[in-house]
Nanobody, 124 residues
Framework: QVQLVESGGGLVQAGGSLRLSCAAS????????MGWFRQAPGKEREFVAA????????YYADSVKGRFTTSRDNAKNTVYLQMNSLKPEDTAVYYC?????????????????WGQGTQVTVSS
């Protein structure tokens, strides 16, 4: 069982930045591909970013490419999502997810473990 706890959400003006963190309670964190998803009111959950188990490879949705960066610190069992140049359309609840099946599974939204989410609100 893996518990994921996100933090770092909040209210920010358009053009601002936020850094989300997701702490994992597992001794085998380095075995997991980690992903970030978001869900806006009335919309389906969508893939945002993912990072390979080693942290070497990252993947992004087109909508955030060039603005968001995901990284991980396996020594701290933590994955990060740095969000820059935020737009009102980035407003959503952001979730982190973990899975050992690989990036394709995570990008498809098929993850074994999910966090509770953290709210990000971008004002115009």
């Amino acid at each position: 069982q893996v518990q994921l706890v996100e933090s770092g959400g909040g209210l920010v003006q358009a053009g601002g930045s936020l850094r989300l963190s997701c702490a994992a309670s597992t001794r085998t964190f380095s075995s997991y591909v980690m992903g970030w998803f978001r869900q806006a009111p009335g919309k389906e959950r969508e893939f945002v970013a993912a990072v390979s188990s080693t942290g070497i490879t990252t993947y992004y949705a087109d909508s955030v490419k060039g603005r968001f960066t995901t990284s991980r610190d396996n020594a701290k069992n933590t994955v990060y999502l740095q969000m820059n140049s935020l737009k009102p359309e980035d407003t959503a609840v952001y979730y982190c997810a973990a899975d050992t099946s690989g990036v394709r599974s995570i990008k498809g939204g098929r993850a074994g473990y999910w966090g509770q989410g953290t709210q990000v609100t971008v004002s115009s």
